[in-house]
């Protein structure tokens, strides 16, 4: 074979040419694109909805304390707003209203309400437990501690 090799012909090796290199290298790059796009897009979308409110009711409860009033969380279908007194105030991010993918529910214990409100120590409003159900998400609000928990 060391023969072979000084003549310039290479007898008996085998391997791959670059251009079966590339094709397969684009048909894994089709693939893998096409795997991507068809990964289930609600369910990450619900996640940002659901961890987006769990921030928004701490910045509720922080800007209740802050300036020693209540604020509210205010539910309307599938957006909700911030109040504190009477006033609409920006989250912030500087939006007014956040719009969710999927429709809310809000209970203080089991009647169903339409807003969660904390005073200023950080406490909802409501003697139970306050339950949101943002599709197959579920967050609950805590009283006297103000604990905000998302459960898994």
Same mark, same amino acid.
């Given at each position: 074979m060391g023969e072979d090799l000084e003549k310039g012909t290479l007898v008996g090796l085998s391997g791959y040419t670059l251009i079966e290199l590339i094709v397969t290298m684009v048909v894994i790059a089709v693939l893998a694109g096409i795997a991507i796009v068809s990964l289930p897009s609600s369910d990450y979308k619900s996640q940002v909805d659901a961890e987006k409110l769990i921030v928004n009711i701490r910045y509720a409860q922080?800007? %209740?304390m802050s300036e020693g009033g209540t604020c509210c969380l +205010?539910?309307?279908g599938n957006s909700y707003s911030l109040m504190c007194g009477n006033k609409p105030v920006p989250f912030a991010d500087n939006t007014n209203t956040v719009n969710l993918n999927e %429709? +809310?529910?809000v209970k203080c214990g089991s009647e169903e309400t339409t807003k969660v409100c904390v005073d200023y120590?950080? /406490?909802p409003d409501c003697p139970n437990t306050v339950h949101i159900a943002?599709? /197959?998400k579920e967050i609950d609000i805590y009283p006297y501690t103000g604990g905000v928990f998302e459960k898994k």
């Open positions: 922080e800007k %209740a +205010v539910f309307q %429709a +809310v529910s120590t950080g /406490d943002l599709g /197959d």
